[in-house]
């Protein structure tokens, strides 16, 4: 009976690929074997990084940030749309808030702190 292996590649100390040899007939050059055990540790986990014995979760990068932070300003900016309709039921003092909450948001640069909401929102 074949035995399943299973492989990491490490580019640039990430993580780039997990590499199971019932899938793939042979992994990528420079892919370290690694257990089962080690396999199944780190399945659904946010491991990105692997040193030849140890498996880690290294910061991201700004690169990798940036998608991510793109994303929750795209979506903080879709929650308050409705606050900026002429009806929507918000004293003028809220809204002056949100617009200000608002233009944080669109002037974030996608790294550092991020805008914080009214207290209220």
Known sequence: MNKTKYFVLVEGGRISGYYPSDIYDT????????????????????????????????PHTASEMEPMNRAWRDSMLASTDKYMM??????SEQQVEVRAYRQQLRDYDFGGIRPEPPLWL
Request: hydrophobic share 35%.
């Open 86 to 91: 002429p009806d929507f039921p918000i004293s």
């Open 27 to 58: 992994p990528p050059d420079g892919s370290f074997e690694i257990s089962e055990a080690q396999w199944l540790d780190n399945l659904g986990t946010s491991v990105n990084a692997y040193d030849g014995e140890a498996f880690y979760v290294a």
